[in-house]
């Protein structure tokens, strides 16, 4: 592969979409899910199957036991943003990048700049009461220690606004994403093992002959590629929208 010609041609692009996962933040010290060193490879110590605990069923059945896991597990609320998170706001401030799609919960696209975020999967910095609806921060769970966090207001139990298992996705956001997808000049996927659904099907929505896959391990969509980099998605993607 031509890397300097690849450079160019996100240059170039004047309609680029950006789909991404947990990848994207593991240089930002957050874990993802599926690889040797990921949450559920190193889980083996827990009572629990993440894929269990991480459910709406095990949220409303043992929320002391889910809210021990998801606080020591799932939240790294001093967590910054890496250089991925950084060349893609800077692509946005230039114009170039219309949409950030993300099945990341930490907020770190915002934390970059970048405005036109949607998550897919919710995110860790909204918390509501599961009966008022009252927002509350990521500062509120934090502050709860592991303990179950209910709400001042009318003393119910605050639930994160992040999609569990037995869950779907928010139809609206799927239907926002998918025209940036179809209408994109250029689509960057990245940091993701395109193996959760629904959200990994919006990548089929993609019409072009520029699509940008950056994965450290192999794809069930590798072959839709028309560049494949199996690398650290800041290492790429920094270097991609290097100036020099």
């Known amino acids: 592969m031509d890397f300097q010609a690849l450079k160019q041609l996100v240059r170039d692009c004047e309609n680029i979409v950006f ?29 629990f199957p993440p894929e269990m605990v991480l459910s709406r069923d095990f949220f409303v059945k043992r929320p002391e036991e889910f809210y021990r896991f998801y606080t020591s597990r799932m939240l790294y609320p001093d967590a910054r943003p890496n250089a991925a998170h950084q060349a893609l706001a800077a692509l946005e401030r230039e114009g170039r990048l219309k949409a950030v799609i993300t099945q990341n919960i930490d907020g770190l696209h915002q934390m970059a700049g970048s405005r036109c975020v949607l998550e897919l999967h919710g995110s860790v910095h909204r918390n509501r009461c599961t009966r008022c609806q009252a927002e509350y921060p ?36 799927l239907r926002r994403a998918e025209p940036y997808i179809e209408q994109a000049e250029m689509l960057i996927v990245a940091g993701t093992s395109l193996t959760v659904h629904p959200a990994a099907g919006l990548v089929h929505f993609y019409e072009g002959d520029k699509m940008i896959l950056i994965n450290k391990g192999s794809t069930p969509m590798d072959g839709l590629a028309n560049y494949l980099i199996q690398d650290s998605v800041a290492k790429v993607l920094a270097a991609l929208t290097a100036d020099e």
């Open 19 to 47: 789909f991404g996962g947990a990848g994207t933040s593991t240089e930002s010290g957050i874990p993802d899910f599926r690889s040797a060193e990921g949450l559920y490879s190193t889980a083996s110590g827990e009572k």
């Open 138 to 173: 990521l500062s509120t769970i934090v502050e709860a220690g592991g303990d179950v966090p209910y709400c001042p207001e009318c003393g119910r139990m605050i639930k994160p606004d992040v999609v569990l298992y037995q869950e779907s996705l928010d139809q609206g956001v």
